[in-house]
């Protein structure tokens, strides 16, 4: 199971949870050859779990996020 710092958050709803900070650190590297922005990031486990499944499509990541969420 993913490792996760559930903690409370507050806004404009009753009450809200997440299960952790999704990128701890993010360091500007150099651009690559098109001019874009490189970066050296460091995710939390969801964080990385959650990249993978939207940036990847990596549907494993999937059951480890669900049994974290429990």
Known sequence: MANYN??????AWKEGY???L???S?????DDEDGNPM???KRSEIGQLL???KYDS???AVE????AAR
Do not use: C, P, W
């Open 6 to 11: 559930a903690r409370k958050i507050y806004g």
């Open 22 to 24: 999704h990128t701890i």
């Open 51 to 53: 990249y993978r499944l």
């Open 64 to 67: 480890d996020l669900v049994n």
């Open 26 to 30: 993010s360091t500007y590297i150099a």
């Open 39 to 41: 970066f050296d990031t």
């Open 18 to 20: 997440v299960l952790d």
């Open 58 to 60: 990596d549907e494993t």
